[in-house]
């Protein structure tokens, strides 16, 4: 596609429910990125996928969040058992190389997740 | 760890007004660093991007210097419109991740 694309646009849950994001990065691109946007804060880093290079989990802030990529392409979080602190923006980038090859993000436009 | 600062916080300038927003990190070991804009329940558009070889890069209005020994940038927006309106960013990328600075709130007035 012409841009990064993330689903879905906006979700709502329970505390304690299971969810999914999505997010399709823009074709040919080898690095993914996710990060987290609260209310107020800066973005946070949460994981890092580089072409099929084990992923750098070192952002994930507990076990209740994984990440998979799929194919080298499309890239799924999970957030198991959802807490109320969870509800944020979460951001999808990606970049054609690496990212110590000191290439461009590219953003998608968000899920805003919401656990009442 | 990498510390990003951006200062100020929010600027309110009347239409046509030059200004620059400033950007610092604590550790010059960067490889870039990139200059984005985030419109209100929106994602994040890349401006500049400057290799840490770099000293500045030009778009438009807008020109981003990059002081990497002194952990200093700025993104100067000449003769600002109300489409200006926005929050912006500054991330450093140190060769896995980047890190970002808590952004600027610019609102150009008509």
């Known amino acids: 596609g012409a841009g990064v694309s993330q689903s879905p646009s906006n979700k709502v849950t329970e505390k304690g429910k299971d969810v999914e994001l999505r997010c399709d990065p823009i074709?040919?691109?080898?690095?993914l990125y996710w990060y987290r946007q609260s209310l107020g804060q800066g973005l946070e880093f949460l994981i890092y996928f580089q072409g099929n290079s084990a992923p750098d989990k070192s952002g994930l802030p507990s076990d209740r969040f994984s990440a998979e990529r799929t194919g080298g392409s499309v890239s799924t979080l999970t957030i198991q058992r959802t807490q109320q602190e969870d509800s944020a923006v979460y951001l999808c980038a990606s970049s054609l190389y690496s990212v110590g090859s000191g290439n461009e993000q590219f953003f998608g436009p968000g899920t805003r997740l919401t656990v009442l | 760890k990498q510390e990003v600062t951006q200062i100020p916080a929010a600027l309110s300038v009347p239409e046509g007004e030059n200004l620059v927003l400033n950007c610092s990190f604590t550790d010059s070991a960067i490889y870039n660093l990139q200059w984005f804009r985030q419109d209100p329940g929106k994602g994040l558009t890349s401006l500049l991007l400057?290799?840490?070889?770099?000293r500045e890069q030009t778009s438009g209005r807008l020109n981003a210097s990059l002081d990497k020994s002194s952990g200093r940038s700025t993104l100067y927006i000449a003769a600002s419109q109300p489409g200006d309106s926005a929050t912006y960013l500054c991330a450093v990328n140190t060769g896995n991740q980047f890190y970002f600075g808590t952004g600027t709130s610019l609102t150009v007035i008509p």
């Open positions: 074709s040919g691109h080898t690095a």
């Open positions: 400057i290799q840490s070889s770099q």
